[in-house]
C-alpha cells in the first residue's frame, strides 16, 4: 500500500520528507519569491527605460537561481561577482557610497528606486533564513547581495 504524503509536508529531497515550516523550505520558498520580486523590478526598469538596471537585475536574478540551487543541491556556493566587484569590494563599496550617505528612502523617491529598496529588505530576509538553515557561503552571499541591491539603489538616485 502506498501512504499518502501529508498536505503539511514536502520533498527536502530525494524520499525525505519534512513539514512544511522546515527551516530549508522556508529558505527555499524565500528564494523563490525573491526571485519574482527581482523580475519584477526588472520590468519595472525596463519600463522606465533603465536598460543597465535591468541588465544588473538580470544578473541577480541568475545570481539568486545559483544560490537556490546549491541550498536545493546542497553543494557550496563558488565566489561571485556582482556589479563587477567580488565579496570584499561589495563589502567595502556599500560600507562606503558615493558622498559617505546613506540616503533614508521617502516616498518621494523614483518608484524604481523604492522597489530596490523593497528588494534589499527581501534578500536581509532570506538572509536571516540561511543563518537558521546554517549556511555560512548562503548567508555571505546573501549579506554581499543586499550590500549588491543597496548599491543599485543608490545608482537610481545618482
Sequence with gaps: MHAEKLEHMTHLHGNTLVPKTHPRIRLRGKLDSLQALILLA???????????TAKVLDEFHLFAQEILRCEVTEEPLQAFTLLGLDSAGLRHASHNPPGGKHPIPTSGMPALALTLNYLRTQVREAEICAVEVGRPDLIEALNRFSSAVHLLFLRTLS
Design 42 to 52: 526588472a520590468r519595472q526598469a525596463r519600463d522606465a527605460h533603465q536598460y543597465r
